[in-house]
């Protein structure tokens, strides 16, 4: 019966299982989640999306584990109607992070790079964020150098879509991030682009922020985009974007630090993306992506020790391009439609190349830009293979069987991080000069089975498995159970457990990646000169992630409180263990696992409407824990709270108009030393207390074809400014900016 159901099902065109790839989410689904940015899944209950059941013929057609778990308390969609009401400054970034459980931060508590911030999601950290662009894994950030911190001098992989390009962002948190492998400890990010249309349309999309403060860097933005068919079964849409972001004034940190302490650096965008859609068939569809973007920084000073020179100085003062980043991405999908059966299988390409002026390897040095005149380039290539089918059992208890595999190779040539030469009289493990063999590589293989199961109405449980084999660091099995049980029409009950992995980055795992300080730089307990080693003998990071919510809907009115728990085990941290002494004395590390680390706490949503007119919506993030058990430290420097409410007003049906506050709860830094440095001169316990944030756009429709924005981010003018690294200055490593004003105009047709 389900079977004819099914073929009933697919002719009403409410496609259960739409194009995607494992790990991805839903491309291509046939009906555009319902759900606003500043809460969890707000889905309408009432809506035939392909996220939800679906009700034919009084009989219950459950969708596929993936879209279930997109129902999971922890999982959050921006719309493309939030971003155009909130379009952000440069980076998709400044709108993902108003989600439930997401901050912006470094990888650490070192405050390294601190300017550098990116989404970290309950706490784990921007290294366990997963990054995906239409269901395609972005790993550019991994062509950047890993320092011994733990940072890495990158902005990150929001950026390499313009935000007016965006259909829809989702964003998931906790266990029903588990099922995408390697890297999704904390959660992952899509971003879906904007489909080709049946119909001819067009855009383009000029954006301009002006700070109040001179010291600020301006952005200006112009994308475009064309879609329509070329025949009755080939559909296009191509886009493009230029954007720019001017780096703050090099001395704008100057009365506040006692080092050189630099401002937000600026940005360059260059992006061109294209996809090709071929409906082969009624129920076969071939996809053809590809893109090439550039992304320049603009120098701010920034030296990761925050010890500047004169190189450094003159760059920044001249607003130099010190590093550029080139990305090319490719691939092939084929989407099929068989009976009970739906497929997705992908080929897909990323090659990154990375372009930067030589930066030292020794200790104060460390990230210091040395030379303006020598460049060296790192090349990252991406491959992999998936193929995923979803079957509809035809059995006694309603189910969707979801199986999959997927095979990953990346390849990292890196000639700038195997420089670092031994000193004189003196052998590290056999290596005994620079110039060391500067490639590196990694395989993954990765196995998995998800069943989705309706034993009875109002209750859905939904098991998986995955096992991946890495050919460096052996096997991993990750479980996983997520149950969602209705306790009332409007009342549902979820949690959900799952183990998860990252496996060690292609730094940490390189014997030839060396770097060296005279002392300072070493751990606690250390003395001298040390050196610190890649290791091929790491284990894998695990976390088991848990969460219980419960949520209450109806209509516009939205509740929900969620308790989550991140167990935390072997993070790779710069070792602590002396593997051997050189001939001169020097201690050799390598890059070693922690213990345990520990991440708790809740997430809540409210949303109520306050008239017809105007709808008033929140959620906040309280951490009741995010340490390392080993050092007693912060995993990151994080909000102890995050509360972010909208008053959304559509005046009539040309003006909207929203007001927005985000309040952060006090930031507490590093306590305990854990660099000889720290342990000799102190290390600073300074926090930042509560501050808040409020913004206002107002948006007009001119006509069918044209619309327009016009708002103020920051109106008080509440400023942070950088004092340095966390050893000296607390939780003051990154700066807010002060009072902005920007303009859109979209003419579209």
């Known amino acids: 019966m389900l079977h004819s159901i099914y073929r009933h099902h697919v002719a009403l065109t409410l496609t259960l299982s739409s194009s995607v790839l494992l790990p991805s989410f839903a491309l291509a689904q046939t009906a555009t989640t319902q759900a606003d940015s500043e809460q969890t899944a707000t889905q309408d209950e009432n809506s035939a999306d392909a996220n939800k059941d679906v009700e034919l013929d009084a009989m219950v057609i459950l969708g596929t584990a993936e879209n279930t778990l997109k129902q999971a308390p922890g999982v959050s ?39 550098n911030r990116q989404i970290d999601i309950r706490g ?30 990158t902005r990150g992989d929001t950026n390499w879509v313009p935000a007016e390009q965006v259909e829809r962002i989702e964003v998931l948190r906790g266990p029903a991030a588990a099922r995408y492998g390697s890297g999704a400890m904390g959660g992952v990010v899509n971003i879906i682009t904007k489909q080709p249309t049946k119909d001819w349309h067009g855009s383009l999309s000029i954006y301009n922020n002006i700070p109040e403060d001179d010291d600020e860097g301006a952005t200006k933005r ?52 294209g996809l090709l859609a071929w409906q082969l068939t009624e129920a076969q569809e071939l996809e053809f992506r590809a893109g090439f973007s550039r992304q320049g920084n603009i120098y701010a000073g920034d030296t990761q020790t925050n010890n500047a020179s004169d190189v450094t100085q003159a760059l920044a003062e001249d607003g130099a391009e010190t ?145 991946d084999h890495h050919t460096t660091f052996g096997n991993q099995w990750s479980p996983s159970l997520n149950v969602a049980q209705k306790l009332s029409e409007h009342v549902t009950l979820k949690g959900g457990i799952a183990r998860a992995f990252k496996a060690p980055n292609l730094y940490q795992s390189n014997g030839n990646y060396l770097l060296r300080t005279s002392g300072n730089g070493c751990p606690v307990g250390v003395d001298g000169p040390c050196y610190l080693l890649g290791n091929d003998d790491l284990d894998a990071e695990t976390s088991v992630n848990k969460e219980i919510g419960i949520q209450y809907r109806n209509r516009d009115w939205v509740a929900g409180l969620t308790y989550f728990r991140n167990d935390y085990h072997n993070k790779i941290v710069a070792g602590t263990e002396v593997l051997a002494v050189t001939e001169t004395g020097s201690a050799v590390l390598q890059w070693e696992n922690a213990n345990r680390a520990v991440i708790q706490g809740f997430e809540g949503t409210f949303q109520m409407p306050l008239t017809s007119d105007l709808l008033w919506i929140n959620n906040a993030t309280y951490m009741i824990e995010n340490e390392n058990k080993d050092t007693g430290n912060p995993l990151s420097v994080i909000p102890e709270y995050t509360l972010n409410s909208t008053l959304d007003w559509t005046v009539n049906e040309r003006i909207d108009t929203q007001l927005y506050w985000t309040w952060y709860g006090k930031q507490e830094p590093a306590t305990h030393a854990t660099m000889a440095r720290e342990a000799r001169y102190g290390i600073s316990t300074d926090s930042i207390s509560p501050y808040s944030i409020f913004s206002w756009n107002a948006g007009y429709q001119f006509n069918a074809n044209l619309r327009g924005s016009f708002g103020v981010r920051n109106i008080f003018d509440k400023r942070l400014y950088r004092e340095g690294n966390s050893s000296d200055a607390g939780a003051a490593t990154y700066n807010e900016p002060g009072r902005s004003f920007y303009t859109t105009l979209t003419a579209s047709f």
């Open 77 to 115: 969609t921006i719309t493309a109607e939030d971003i155009a009401k909130r379009p952000p400054v440069n980076d998709l970034s400044d709108i993902i992070r108003r989600m439930p459980g997401v901050n912006l931060t470094g990888n650490s508590a070192s405050g390294q790079r601190g300017n």
């Open 124 to 153: 784990m950290g921007p290294e366990n964020t997963l990054i995906l662009i239409d269901g395609e894994p972005v790993s550019s950030r991994q062509s950047v150098r890993y320092g011994r911190g733990g940072e890495r001098d």
């Open 222 to 273: 112009a994308d475009f985009s064309l879609s329509g068919p070329l025949s009755d079964v080939l559909t296009f849409r191509v886009y493009g974007n230029v954007s720019k972001t001017d780096a703050d004034s090099p001395d704008i940190n100057a009365d506040y630090s006692a080092s050189d302490t630099a401002g937000n650096e600026g940005v360059r965008n260059k992006d061109i993306n």
């Open 323 to 467: 590093n550029r980043m080139y990305r090319e991405n490719f691939s092939i999908r084929h989407n099929g439609h068989w009976s009970n059966l739906d497929t997705r299988l992908t080929a897909q390409y990323e090659n990154t190349r990375n372009t930067r002026l030589d930066e030292g390897l020794t200790g104060r040095i460390e990230g210091q830009i040395s030379d303006a005149d020598d460049y060296t380039t790192s090349e990252l290539n991406g491959y992999r293979l998936s193929a995923e089918a979803d079957y509809y059992a035809d059995t006694a208890i309603d189910q969707v069987l979801t199986f999959g595999t997927e095979w990953d190779r990346s390849t990292l040539d890196d000639p700038g991080s195997t420089s670092q030469e031994v000193a004189d009289g003196e052998s590290v493990f056999g290596l005994t000069g620079g110039g060391r063999d500067s490639s590196t590589s990694s395989e993954l293989l990765g196995v998995f089975v998800e069943d989705n199961i309706e034993p009875w109405k109002g209750t859905t449980i939904t098991p998986g498995l995955r096992f």
